[in-house]
């Protein structure tokens, strides 16, 4: 089967159709009532999204990665204090670490689901460890569990980075809700994406909420008196409300990304060249990325860019490879679990509106490289 157009890793134009008259309503009455910053909106927003993530605060912020600073400056970490994290993952889970002089101590990624393994984590616990930091990458939970366990039993907090599964559960629990306080990204890309930058906090601890809140919003008590020297990171009520709209989609939007995924792994489950995602016990998967992997990764993708089907990177050189992190003193060999999805990752074309006919297509390029 061929399509006649490209077929892109992702089309956010074909999402805004369907929705965007709805969208043109909300922001067109914003513009006339010149409601930018705060407001209704954003509070509609946080309490629709709190209610979503099974949560009672969230938090709209300016981006994902000023999530997870806020959070970390709530905490009242000192310098120095180490948080284990997994070594394949966006640079965004590990920059708010060294910008508040926290050390990022890297951890191996679970053969199977790329998420951090917790057989790993105990042994690199220190005196100094203060948090864990799993990821829930490419939209499938970590295996919270024995994360959780190893948390109480050694007084740590649990910080999520969720930016890219919004939806996503562990044992029927949505993520965000199961550790201290979790960040989300609404980048455009994301499944559930802003017109531009955004990222919320959510946690179920007041305090932490109040303290993340006002950190955002330069330390503010009242509109002039300040607390502490505050940053300025807010969600503006734009872009909360192209949230609220979006997401009354957000749970259908994941089922259909679930769907081609599982197409996908029907149509590729006989090629030996390739491994395919594979889900971890008790979880639900929201596919922000579908990434298979082989040895032949820059090959294949080459010859599919050729038949004009696009495909990404997520993401070809692990935190500890980083040149930003070499003094930490990693080299390569440390990790060889995210070493090697780093070298043979590959995400194919994956969003909700992708057609059947698509997904046969890429299924069917990929199968014509192999066999």
Not at 236 to 261: G, M, P, S, Y
Not at 303 to 325: C, N, V
Request: charged share 20%.
């Amino acid at each position: 089967m061929s399509v006649t157009h490209p077929i892109p890793q992702l089309d956010l134009q074909r999402q805004l159709l369907p929705i965007r008259d709805d969208i043109n309503r909300a922001l067109s009455q914003a513009i006339d009532n010149t409601a930018f910053i705060g407001g209704e909106a954003l509070k509609r927003f946080e309490e629709h999204f709190a209610q979503f993530c099974q949560t009672q605060h969230v938090i709209g912020v300016g981006n994902g990665t000023d999530a997870l600073h806020g959070i970390f400056w709530a905490l009242d970490l000192a310098p120095g204090d180490e948080v284990i994290v997994p070594a394949m993952s966006f640079i965004a889970t590990v920059e708010p670490l060294t910008q508040l002089g926290l050390v990022p101590v890297f951890a191996d990624v679970n053969p199977v689901t790329y998420t951090l393994d917790p057989i790993g984590v105990e042994a690199l616990v220190t005196q100094k460890t203060r948090a864990l930091l799993p990821v829930h990458l490419y939209g499938q939970p970590a295996d919270m569990a024995p994360l959780q366990a190893i948390a109480k039993a050694n007084n740590l907090f649990i910080i999520e980075d969720a930016a890219q599964a919004h939806g996503a559960t562990y044992y029927n629990q949505r993520v965000g809700s199961l550790g201290t306080a979790a960040c989300f990204s609404f980048y455009p890309g994301k499944n559930l994406g802003a017109f531009g930058d955004g990222g919320a906090i959510t946690t179920s601890d007041a305090e932490l909420a109040e303290r993340s809140r006002r950190y955002s919003d330069h330390g503010r008590l009242t509109k002039y008196e300040h607390a502490f020297p505050g940053v300025n990171s807010r969600l503006d009520a734009l872009q909360a409300l192209v949230l609220d709209i979006k997401l009354e989609h957000l749970e259908r939007w994941n089922q259909c990304r679930t769907q081609w995924a599982s197409l996908y792994s029907d149509l590729l489950a006989d090629i030996n060249e390739i491994s395919l995602p594979k889900l971890g016990e008790n979880r639900t998967h929201v596919y922000h990325q579908y990434v298979i992997r082989t040895s032949k990764r820059d090959d294949l993708m080459a010859y599919l860019k050729d038949r004009h089907i696009f495909t990404g990177l997520h993401y070809p050189i692990p935190l500890h490879l980083q040149p930003a992190y070499q003094d930490l003193g990693y080299k390569q060999g440390d990790f060889p679990q995210a070493e090697a999805l780093g070298e043979t990752c590959l995400s194919l074309p994956m969003f909700a509106e992708l057609t059947e006919e698509e997904v046969r297509a890429v299924a069917e390029a990929i199968r014509s490289y192999f066999l």
